[in-house]
């Protein structure tokens, strides 16, 4: 009896899942941003896993490149197959999901995304060596550059407009003439 309550006491105060439930504190990918790349780096007793994401920042529209490196302490290096996932912190599945070989002489596995929605989003690397690996980090998508379209639209805005204004020039300096020689004739 006493057993039971304890184990209710300890479940109830186990805090609410975040986007890094199932994982263990040494399955958390840190995501290091610096001067030019984002990079990560985690290791356990077995294998380590070292990452490099450019350009370093996530943004809407904006192809990224994730190059992942698994290594090993123990043998050779890893060659298997990594999958890479990427998707927004509330949404369960779905998102960019690719699993991929290393190709041959390749020293990193290397994945092309390009993020559709901005916000928090779960990078989450996996793999199996003695068992399954599944590292997860988080990265914030920023909003992209406008669309290329808006550009257009507003270059072609500013054209008409210097049209126009010429257009409003030339007139006004006819109108000028036409009145200078009206006025003088008479």
């Known amino acids: 009896?006493?057993?039971?309550?304890?184990?209710a006491v300890l479940v109830a105060g186990i805090p609410p899942s975040s986007p890094g439930v199932g994982t263990s504190p040494q399955a958390k990918l840190e995501l290091m941003t610096e001067a030019e790349t984002t990079t990560f780096d985690w290791h356990d007793t077995e294998d380590r896993v070292r990452g490099l994401i450019e350009p370093r920042l996530f943004k809407t529209g904006l192809a990224s490149t994730v190059s992942v490196n698994v290594g090993s302490f123990t043998g050779p290096d890893y060659d298997g197959p990594v999958t890479l996932s990427f998707r927004p912190v509330d949404q369960v599945g779905g998102g960019y999901q690719q699993t991929t070989a290393k190709k041959p002489g390749e020293k990193s596995w290397v994945f092309a995304l390009t993020p559709s929605e901005p916000g928090p989003h779960v990078l989450?690397?996996?793999?199996?060596?003695?068992?399954?690996?599944?590292?997860?980090?988080?990265?914030?998508?920023?909003?992209?550059?406008?669309?290329?379209?808006?550009?257009?639209?507003?270059?072609?805005?500013?054209?008409?407009?210097?049209?126009?204004?010429?257009?409003?020039?030339?007139?006004?300096?006819?109108?000028?003439?036409?009145?200078k020689s009206a006025g003088g004739g008479s």
């Open 1 to 7: 009896m006493i057993l039971g309550i304890s184990l």
């Open 124 to 179: 989450e690397v996996s793999f199996r060596t003695s068992k399954l690996k599944v590292l997860r980090g988080e990265a914030l998508v920023r909003e992209g550059p406008l669309p290329a379209w808006i550009g257009w639209a507003v270059g072609v805005s500013l054209v008409g407009l210097v049209i126009a204004s010429a257009i409003a020039a030339l007139l006004r300096v006819q109108r000028e003439e036409r009145a």
